[in-house]
């Protein structure tokens, strides 16, 4: 099936440091969507984007959905020891299916 | 507060045994999904039902089965369990046919022994 390809698969930051992650796809996508999922519990929702080109904020996180509707990316700027967890991004098709990213594991160095 | 509910939260089962896993949703949403999760796979979709009555297969749905008799419940069958289900699942619930925003419940452990 249509799959998205993440990266980077894990990261190793230090407190502070601003995240880039980003997702792509040979296929276009209508929506994109960033969820964040801490251990032993389920994705919540972090930013959705609607249209190529929009970049939307939610506090210190922005993600951009790419103007060829390919890709998208997700930024974490300072970050602080709570953002640690796992970063999915999702992406709508044309046959209204959410197509699922593999996940970014975000892990802090103390 | 409108919330969606799993459970049990862990689950030991024997190969060859039957399996339910209950997902219940008070968001009266119409959209109601299951998805299992393994390192490395994310999230995959077994089954969706966009209404009561209304149930579709998704990418993993082999071995596993769904019915949907009311707005707030979509329970996961797992006829006979193998121990390639062992797994966490994500129940996930969102309002109207074509909406994208999916709310999560908080999954299930189960393990196949």
């Known amino acids: 099936g249509q799959q998205l390809n993440q990266s980077p698969q894990s990261m190793f930051i230090q407190e502070g440091e601003d995240v880039s992650m980003n997702c792509t796809s040979s296929?276009?996508?209508?929506?994109w969507l960033w969820y964040k999922q801490d251990p032993g519990e389920g994705p919540v929702l972090l930013i959705a984007?609607?249209?190529a080109g929009e970049l939307t904020s939610n506090g210190r996180l922005t993600a951009q959905f790419g103007i060829t509707r390919k890709d998208s990316f997700l930024n974490i700027s300072a970050s602080i020891p709570s953002d640690v967890g796992i970063y999915f991004c999702?992406?709508?098709?044309?046959?209204?299916?959410?197509?699922w990213g593999a996940g970014t594991k975000l892990i802090i160095k103390p | 507060d409108a919330e969606i509910t799993q459970s049990p939260r862990h689950k030991i089962t024997e190969t060859g045994r039957q399996v339910t896993l209950a997902c219940h949703q008070t968001?009266?949403?119409?959209?109601m999904f299951w998805y299992r999760q393994d390192l490395g796979h994310g999230l995959r979709l077994i089954h969706y039902?966009?209404?009561?009555?209304?149930?579709n297969k998704g990418e993993v749905s082999d071995g596993y089965s769904v019915s949907r008799s009311n707005t707030e419940d979509l329970p996961l069958t797992l006829e006979s369990a193998a121990s390639s289900q062992t797994s966490v699942y994500f129940c996930a619930s969102s309002d109207g046919r074509l909406t994208d925003t999916q709310y999560f419940g908080p999954g299930t452990r189960l393990t196949v022994l």
């Open positions: 968001w009266n949403h119409n959209n």
């Open positions: 296929s276009i996508f209508n929506t």
């Open positions: 999702a992406g709508m098709d044309s046959n209204y299916q959410l197509i």
């Open positions: 984007l609607y249209k």
């Open positions: 039902s966009y209404g009561v009555q209304d149930t």
